[in-house]
T-cell receptor
Framework: KQEVTQIPAALSVPEGENLVLNCSFT??????LQWFRQDPGKGLTSLLL?????REQTSGRLNASLDKSSGRSTLYIAASQPGDSATYLC???????????FGAGTQVVVTP | DGGITQSPKYLFRKEGQNVTLSCEQN?????MYWYRQDPGQGLRLIYYSQIVNDFQKGDIAEGYSVSREKKESFPLTVTSAQKNPTAFYLC?????????????FGPGTRLTVL
């Protein structure tokens, strides 16, 4: 069974520092990987979607890489801001039915 | 504005009651999903539907039921058989379940058992 792990569970950085968030998965047979942001008590906001055939995806200050063979993805957030404080979740799509398998998330605090 | 709406935002249930959570989308998405989120845990799939009048069980379907009578609506009923229903419930949708498209999420419903 696919297992998705996000380490660390929590992270605190000073404003301006680059953020590096890690996601690992046990089965490399995935369709895609999606990164989400969740603010307290809110739903999930999709940040980036990387197809299994892609190595990376970029949107503004966000860059996500995917290494299927090693079962890893990394989300980079450049020049962090206090507004980036949130929980970041990664999820892998394991079949064509659209069933996502989620990690538990990394809670990020960016201090001014 | 296109999006996914969930209602109510907060819901309180007494022991032995069934309650229904609403999920509506106007994105013309084919596939819809229900997830449950517990504190400090990732989301777990309850039910999903690829097409009207068809749905499948996810990883934790026991104690829940769904219907898909319209493309834009996918209500979730939490029955009295669900022993620990207190959680945050999230509905999602995607253009198709073919693995090519992002899943988009609603704002969630927080269910508390009194």
């Amino acid at each position: 069974k696919q297992e998705v792990t996000q380490i660390p569970a929590a992270l605190s950085v000073p404003e301006g520092e680059n953020l590096v968030l890690n996601c690992s998965f046990t089965d490399s047979a995935i369709y895609n990987l999606q990164w989400f942001r969740q603010d307290p008590g809110k739903g999930l906001t999709s940040l980036l979607l990387i197809q299994s055939s892609q190595r990376e995806q970029t949107s503004g200050r966000l860059n996500a890489s995917l290494d299927k063979s090693s079962g890893r993805s990394t989300l980079y957030i450049a020049a962090s801001q206090p507004g980036d404080s949130a929980t970041y979740l990664c999820a892998v799509l394991t079949d064509s039915w659209g069933k996502l398998q989620f990690g538990a998330g990394t809670q990020v605090v960016v201090t001014p | 504005d296109g999006g996914i709406t969930q209602s109510p935002k907060y819901l309180f249930r007494k022991e032995g009651q069934n309650v229904t959570l609403s999920c509506e989308q106007n994105l013309n998405h084919d596939a819809m999903y229900w997830y449950r989120q517990d504190p400090g845990q990732g989301l777990r799939l309850i039910y999903y539907s690829q097409i009207v009048n068809d749905f499948q069980k996810g990883d934790i379907a026991e104690g829940y039921s769904v219907s898909r009578e319209k493309k834009e609506s996918f209500p979730l009923t939490v029955t009295s058989a669900q022993k620990n229903p207190t959680a945050f419930y999230l509905c999602a949708s995607t253009l198709s379940g073919q693995g090519l498209h992002e899943q988009f999420f609603g704002p969630g419903t927080r269910l508390t058992v009194l």
